[in-house]
């Protein structure tokens, strides 16, 4: 693959559920190696948009490519390259963190599973958990168990749908801190749905926002708050969520 | 489907069974729930075959029909719940959108349920056909190739029904839950486990002659009651499982795409 094709591709995505339309004709590509957030309110269709790149919906029309490949269509050609967390999902609960990570790393293909899990438990401070139920765990340290799954196959593409949801700041910031670091590090592109302002300003150089299924703004976060005029990305999102952005736009 | 997307890996395959292995072995009711049922069907059968057999010329010649049946059946229905409650368990536990993203592929979940089937149907059967050799005498593994006739068409059966659940499971969530539990209970009396299948009115026989079962059923009354082995209605359960088989596996796939379409697998609960 050419080091220019974008990590995620979409074109004139569409998806219709019931004659409800959940995604209405948006498009945006990102770079290999970039951070973006996607924003937007409640049923603003960031959960559709991402199960969709993961190959989990299929679009009523359109296109989404991930690493040049189409998905769903060749979803089982670079499902083992990306890797994704959310809240939405759970890992067995009986099982303990070692088991759970063991099975996924399987599935991925990791070469050295006892290595990879040794190295990620260490670098997510697992270690002491490792033989301990998954559902014995607090918020946090599921939310870390997850985060190392989704780590698990050094993923070229990284989708996260709320990471820090339900977590203490102290930890929150922990984990945006892993990410960052991973991502830097291992070039990957990270695709990530959140609610949480400061979360999409630490960690994103775009951002995407999107109200009723369509993109209303797209852009780095300082020209977002410079067009907008507001301080933080949450005056922004505001903006767009009450319809003040439609409103400036119509007077301009 | 495409090629790629049939290839199988025998790693995938393997890292499923471990993780059903893994909470098996981890909880003792579970284990206990394969042996207790089965155990106290094959009790109360025996022992009313027992009673009859005192009582009737023809019983006593039977000897082990009731506890043949018994055991038969709950190769077909313990089949198709172990494979179901497994792929359940996915759904329990919130983790079929872990594996949905994931590489594995279908045909590699399918084989998984498969092997844990067989792996739960052991755990709970062996026991079981040891106390009727205990109880009763019978020893269901002294009818050795026709056994394995029986098994094969049987678990044929279990399998095909198991895949066709787990994709109603996809495509409406838990709503289809029940479907799980129930669905071989039609195949009860239409099978004709426990009797002859001219007992049923003519119109009847058909539907029980176009089901799998009731081949093995009327054979292994062949077999403890008029001592022969009836290859050709094997023959013919076979050809029909062949194609139930082949139907679920089109049907789970079929379900599987809608799924998509419909978004269920975003959402798997009611």
New interface residues.
């Given amino acids: 693959m050419h080091a220019t094709t974008p990590a995620i591709s979409v074109e004139r995505l569409v998806?219709i559920?019931?004659g409800a339309t959940?995604v209405d004709d948006i498009s945006f590509g990102l770079p290999q190696g970039s951070i973006t957030g996607l924003l937007g309110g409640n049923g603003a269709g960031k959960?559709?948009t991402i199960?969709t790149i993961?190959?989990?919906?299929?679009p009523t029309s359109g296109t989404v490519k991930v690493l040049g490949l189409d998905m769903?269509?060749?979803?089982?050609?670079v499902?083992?390259r990306m890797n994704?967390e959310?809240p939405?999902?759970?890992?067995?609960?009986?099982?303990?963190v070692r088991?759970n990570l063991?099975?996924?790393a399987?599935?991925?293909?990791v070469a050295d599973v006892a290595g990879r899990v040794a190295q990620l438990a260490e670098d997510l401070e697992l270690t002491a958990l490792l033989d301990r139920?998954t559902g014995k765990l607090s918020a946090g340290q599921k939310t870390r168990v997850s985060l190392a799954?989704s780590l698990l196959n050094w993923p070229e593409v990284l989708l996260l749908d709320e990471p820090t949801a339900s977590l203490d700041p102290d930890t929150a910031d922990w984990v945006r801190g892993r990410l960052q670091r991973f991502c830097r590090e291992r070039g990957a592109t990270m695709l990530l749905a959140s609610h949480n302002m400061t979360e999409v300003e630490r960690l994103c150089e775009r951002v995407i926002m999107m109200k009723r299924g369509v993109i209303v703004d797209d852009d780095t976060p300082a020209r977002l708050l410079a067009r907008y005029g507001r301080q933080t990305l949450e005056e922004v999102f505001l903006d767009i969520a009450r319809g003040r952005g439609e409103a400036r736009e119509a007077a301009q | 489907m495409s090629g790629a997307s049939m290839a199988l890996s025998r790693r995938r395959i393997g890292a499923m069974v471990s993780r059903y292995w893994y909470l098996l072995r981890s909880s003792w009711p579970r284990i206990l729930d394969l042996i207790y049922w089965p155990a106290v069907q094959m009790l109360m059968w025996g022992f009313l075959q027992t009673y009859i057999s005192q009582n009737a010329g023809y019983f006593a010649q039977a000897g082990g029909v009731f506890i043949g049946a018994v055991l038969l059946w709950d190769i077909l229905f313990r089949g198709q719940l172990g494979f179901s409650i497994s792929f359940l368990e996915e759904m329990y536990a919130r983790n079929l959108g872990n594996l949905m993203m994931s590489p594995l592929r279908p045909v590699e979940f399918v084989a998984a349920l498969m092997i844990m089937s067989l792996i739960r149907l052991a755990i709970g059967m062996v026991p079981v056909s040891l106390l009727a050799i205990a109880f009763f005498g019978f020893n269901v593994w002294g009818l050795g190739l026709a056994l394995a006739a029986f098994f094969v068409n049987l678990i044929l059966t279990s399998w095909a029904i198991g895949i066709f659940v787990s994709g109603l499971l996809l495509r409406n969530g838990m709503g289809a839950e029940s479907m799980a539990w129930t669905i071989m209970f039609l195949f009860l009396p239409l099978t004709c486990v426990y009797y002859p299948v001219t007992v049923l009115p003519e119109w009847l026989q058909w539907l029980a002659w176009s089901l799998p079962p009731t081949y093995v059923f009327e054979g292994m009354r062949a077999l403890l009651i008029g001592q022969v082995f009836r290859a050709d209605l094997m023959l013919q359960a076979f050809a029909l499982n062949v194609v139930l088989f082949a139907a679920a596996s089109v049907a789970f796939l079929k379900l599987l795409d809608s799924a998509r379409v419909h978004g269920s697998l975003l959402q798997s609960s009611e």
């Avoid at chain 1, 769903?72 to 050609?77: A, E, G, N, S, T």
């Avoid at chain 1, 939405?88 to 303990?96: A, C, E, N, W």
């Fill in positions: 998806k559920y019931n959940a959960t559709t199960a993961m190959g989990l919906v299929t769903p269509r060749q979803r089982y050609q499902l083992h994704f959310s939405y999902v759970d890992m067995p609960m009986r099982l303990t088991q063991v099975v996924f399987r599935i991925y293909g139920p799954k």
